[in-house]
């Protein structure tokens, strides 16, 4: 049988939206825009 009040214990929130969007805005992720970028970039130095 489950003990709820264990299980309370063990519980952690998940972050709130706002929350989740600053610790993914505080990380360095490559996203697809950054690759294509730097492949244009590669193909044509100048710009």
Do not use: G, W, Y
């Amino acid at each position: 049988m489950i003990d709820f009040e264990e299980e309370l214990k063990k519980f952690h929130p998940s972050l709130e939206v706002d929350e989740f969007e600053d610790a993914l805005r505080d990380n360095d992720i490559t996203d697809l825009t950054d690759i294509m970028l730097e492949i244009l970039h590669q193909d044509n130095p100048a710009q």
